[in-house]
């Protein structure tokens, strides 16, 4: 904690505070405008959309546009809303998250803990990987997806982000069991006890920290992911990333702005919620993955 | 400690031998599946695009190599050359928007605030939303008709103009608000959580010498952020060249294609054009470019971290 003390006149230290609290209101402002006009656009009618301007409130409130967007707009052919794509995400979300945790855990487990000739080495391989543009593996992955039948498919959607995904739960579960005594586990390994029961009986009853910044992360990652979700999954196996960017591209009809920003909202809101519950965690993963990576 | 040391010492019984060797090559067995999936869908596949990128794939890829011509064909082509100005333009601007947006606001905020961490909550929850979510909302605020050129005119400026988004030329500028308003929040996290680990008692000497709070940053407090500023700008460097989803969502990288960047690029030629060895030519650009940055950052840096 820097503070900025001198001695200086309490006037102008009062002035300074103010000016200082105006400036970081000012900021605060600026970054939830666009979630507030977001959140009313998508209250009001088309008419008052016309009729007033973007930071006016609805005259009155209507929740049209939400239940069009979530069971009746169209992207393209299909006018089923967005509530198909939203449990599309959620069905490969859940299990990618849960399945690259899993192995991310293992493997910092391994690299930390029972550490072999060349498991460095494996550790850097894995580190550059989180480098490379995915663009560079899209048209191999497409072709590989199809021949393995799992192109377009839930499953393969699961199968891509979990293996683009080990990479860092990898370097989070290492990063963190490098602080664990390797006391803990040779002191076990002499009792007798096996890499499976150490892991479960010592080591993940100390991961919950990492564990939960490990799932934010990974969540916040896959569900926010539009790449591998417009390239891999076409039509109704769409993530709902993708359908939202199909929806406001729609050309045909009127442009519904209100519909596209409950749309947004809803695309949203899942990340949104575990910012707000889980907001430290969340930040953790973020300066964590990044500062390594 | 080496693990087939550690076994050799614990002598196992006779009669045990293959329950051991299984246990000694279980670490060996976890990882293989992480290292096959590295060496194949990484650095295989990596490989592969490059071969492609040989090719004269179309819709089909082929594998006969053919030379460079594909690359020729990029660099002889002007929607290429479009998207990698853009990406300067885009790069640098959202680099130095969110390198001092971040520093400026870790900083305000380390003076001891009232609801500090409320107002870190607020400059941060961008960095949760999708780009497409982010850019969803910018592209109805920016929209000239109904968006802040139509609140500006009716507040009384009626010939104020404000339609970036749908001008050649200059609709790349409205992907660094955006860019801009989604991570800056994240780069303030980076610097406020360095600017806690500043040594308090530098500061307090400096102080006792006299100096004042704008010579203590600048000549002590923010030179040495500097692991901070390598690893935001690492990161951010990445952030750009690998934008894709903010532009599809923002601008579609038009109008026409002037807001393409080389991922949107290389998305359209590979995927709706079908002219997948130009695509893959893409992709390689797009990784020497990352190599060319990123590489020497890091080497820079960690050789100035040995000698220090």
């Known amino acids: ?293 | 400690m080496n693990s087939s040391r550690a076994d050799a010492a614990l002598s196992p019984p006779p009669g045990k031998k293959l329950r051991d060797y299984v246990e000694t090559a279980l670490p060996k067995i976890v990882l293989g599946p992480t290292l096959a999936c590295a060496l194949v869908f990484v650095y295989g596949f990596v490989l592969w695009t490059a071969w492609l990128s040989f090719t004269e794939s179309r819709l089909l890829p082929r594998y006969d190599l053919v030379g460079f011509i594909q690359y020729v064909a990029l660099f002889e082509n002007d929607r290429w050359w479009i998207a990698l100005k853009n990406l300067a333009i885009f790069g640098s601007l959202f680099i130095g928007i969110c390198l001092v947006t971040g520093l400026l606001l870790a900083i305000l905020l380390d003076q001891r605030i009232r609801a500090e961490g409320f107002l870190r909550a607020v400059y941060l929850y961008p960095m949760a939303l999708s780009f497409i979510v982010t850019g969803t909302a910018w592209r109805w605020i920016l929209n000239p008709g109904l968006g802040i050129e139509h609140l500006v005119r009716q507040l009384g400026f009626e010939t104020f103009t404000f339609d970036w988004i749908v001008t050649p030329g200059m609709s790349i500028y409205t992907v660094v608000i955006a860019g801009a308003w989604q991570s800056s929040g994240f780069v303030m996290a980076l610097f406020l959580a360095g600017l806690r680990g500043v040594d308090d008692s530098i500061i307090k000497a400096a102080q006792v010498d006299g100096a004042g709070p704008v010579r203590i940053y600048t000549r002590i407090i923010i030179p040495s952020l500097r692991p901070v500023f390598f690893s935001a700008l690492i990161i951010l460097a990445h952030i750009a060249i690998k934008s894709f989803d903010l532009v599809m969502a923002l601008t579609g990288g038009g109008p026409g294609f002037s807001s393409d960047l080389p991922a949107t690029f290389m998305y359209v030629f590979a995927f709706n054009r079908n002219q997948i060895g130009l695509g893959a030519a893409s992709a390689m650009m797009m990784l020497l470019t990352v190599v060319a940055i990123i590489v020497p950052m890091m080497y820079a840096e960690t050789r100035r971290q040995h000698r220090g």
């Open chain 1, 1 to 293: 904690m820097v503070e900025v003390q001198r001695t200086e006149t309490a006037g102008a230290r009062v002035i300074g505070r103010v000016m200082l609290y105006a400036l970081l209101i000012l900021f605060a402002l600026y970054y939830l405008m666009p979630l507030f006009v977001m959140l009313t656009t998508s209250l009001k009618t088309l008419d008052d959309i016309r009729g007033g301007n973007l930071i006016a409130l609805p005259e009155q409130v209507s929740f049209d546009a939400w239940i069009k967007a979530w069971s009746s707009a169209c992207t393209g052919v299909n006018c089923g809303g967005l509530s198909g794509n939203f449990w599309n995400s959620v069905s490969f979300v859940l299990p990618a998250v849960a399945i690259s945790t899993l192995i991310g855990a293992l493997n910092g487990y391994v690299l930390t803990m029972w550490r072999f000739r060349g498991s460095d080495v494996f550790f850097t391989l894995l580190l550059i990987g989180c480098f490379i543009p995915f663009q560079v593996v899209l048209l191999p992955m497409a072709q590989t997806l199809g021949w393995l039948g799992i192109a377009n498919s839930t499953t393969g959607l699961i199968f891509v982000h979990v293996v683009y995904g080990l990479a860092f739960t990898t370097l989070f579960f290492r990063n963190f069991y490098v602080s664990i005594p390797e006391e803990l586990v040779k002191a076990a390994r002499i009792d007798g006890a096996g890499f499976f029961r150490i892991f479960w009986r010592i080591i993940l009853p100390l991961s919950p920290p990492i564990l939960v910044v490990c799932v934010i992360w990974q969540f916040t990652q896959i569900w926010n992911d539009f790449l591998f979700g417009v390239v891999f999954s076409s039509g109704e196996r769409q993530p709902i990333t993708v359908a939202l960017n199909n929806l406001v591209n729609t050309s045909t009809g009127v442009k519904e702005y209100n519909v596209d920003m409950a749309a947004a909202i809803i695309a949203g809101l899942p990340t949104l919620f575990v910012y707000v519950v889980a907001g430290k965690y969340f930040v953790r993963g973020l300066t964590a993955g990044s500062v390594k990576g």
